[in-house]
């Protein structure tokens, strides 16, 4: 065997745009390089989340947030928002979550390598 093994916790920094984006309207789209993203407020902080429900690919900032929870604009699933769970009674996957960063020059996300 030859090489490193590869760290889950390894991760790159992107850059999603101004700090002016953590004052909503929520969901907000953004893009982190080419992934499509969104922004949504948990109750605590800002969250990045994938911007394609896991179930068909509704546009999720088409959709609302409300009580930690992100709705699907399709359907009646719905996300929370600390965990990426899906509402019970749906079978499909998770929502994929990132931690975003507040910092002095924008918000940052950690996106997995």
């Keep these: ?4 093994p590869i760290s889950a916790a390894e991760a790159v920094r992107v850059r999603l ?3 002016s984006l953590a004052e909503g309207p929520f969901p907000r789209p953004v893009l982190a390089g ?13 969250v990045a989340a ?3 429900c896991p179930h068909e690919g509704a546009d ?8 930690g929870r ?9 996300f929370d928002l600390a965990t990426g769970a899906v509402s019970p009674g749906w079978s499909f996957r998770g929502l ?11 918000l940052w996300v950690r996106l997995p390598v």
Excluded: Q
């Excluded at 080419?34 to 800002?46: E, H, Q, T, V, W």
């Excluded at 992100?70 to 719905?78: E, N, T, Y």
């Design 34 to 46: 080419s992934l499509p993203l969104l922004l949504a407020f948990d109750g605590r902080g800002l």
């Design 1 to 4: 065997m030859c090489g490193t």
């Design 96 to 106: 994929r979550l990132y931690p975003v960063e507040v910092a002095g020059d924008g």
């Design 60 to 67: 999720l900032a088409l959709g609302r947030c409300g009580g």
């Design 70 to 78: 992100l709705h699907c604009p399709r359907h009646l699933a719905s």
């Design 50 to 52: 994938e911007r394609a």
């Design 17 to 19: 745009g101004p700090a």
